[in-house]
């Protein structure tokens, strides 16, 4: 290797080497989620005060998190906060976001989410969901 | 630099330029957003059918994501689904997450935030907002 070609190469590999360190910086920052469908589903239960239930209903949604076609998801409860605006009636939320509507489609009939309805259904006495794609 | 050491430094150099690769591979799984606080906000308007009102509100709803608490954020739109149990009824909605309820505690009473509802308040006639919080 003659001399400045080993040089600019060890300059290349160390420059791609703090890319990991300048990706946590960028991070720190708000983060756009772009180019996402957003698929947000509130449930409230026949038995409510069931901890049994709402645990059934996790459970559930666990199976949801091996669909492939998500790209992200989490599992909540009502967050305690109760300004007026709020509504923290539901149990169990379940968030997703995918690549984009053919994603959704294809979730939707995907065997796993099938079973899930098919076997979790009997839990749930409302459910609303909320599909989102970015505004701008 | 002695020879060995060279090799050295540069296989440890390489290897280290790979990771954003393999973070690649590792991202195409669903992955679970844990440890979050998720702040989900759908606003109706009072004039539903003023694109000019939507955009306002869009243009407020973007002074919001410099608000330093937020780990992520999405504005959206209704998606087009129409299942019976979608609410595709709102006119914008405004999703972010944050690391816990002292973020969003200290998100609610930021400057940004409390000059975004004296601003753009009157676009507004219903607002409703679901917050959540890991539930396992």
Redesign the interface.
Known sequence: MENTTRRN??KT??A??T??LV?KNIDS??????S???H?V?FWLKNPSSQAD?DKL?EGL?TL????H????????????S?E????S?A??W??TLKD?TA?DAYQIDPIHLAFVDNYKHLWEK??????????
Chains 1, 2 share one sequence.
């Open positions: 190469f060890i590999a160390a791609a080497s890319l990991p990706a920052k708000p983060k756009a989620m772009k996402i469908f957003v947000h509130f709402r996790v666990m998190t091996k669909i492939k998500i790209k992200t998801w989490h599992i909540g409860v009502p967050a305690g906060t300004r605006v709020i509504d923290g539901y169990i939320s968030l997703n509507r959704q459910v609303v969901v909320y599909d989102s794609i970015d505004a701008i």
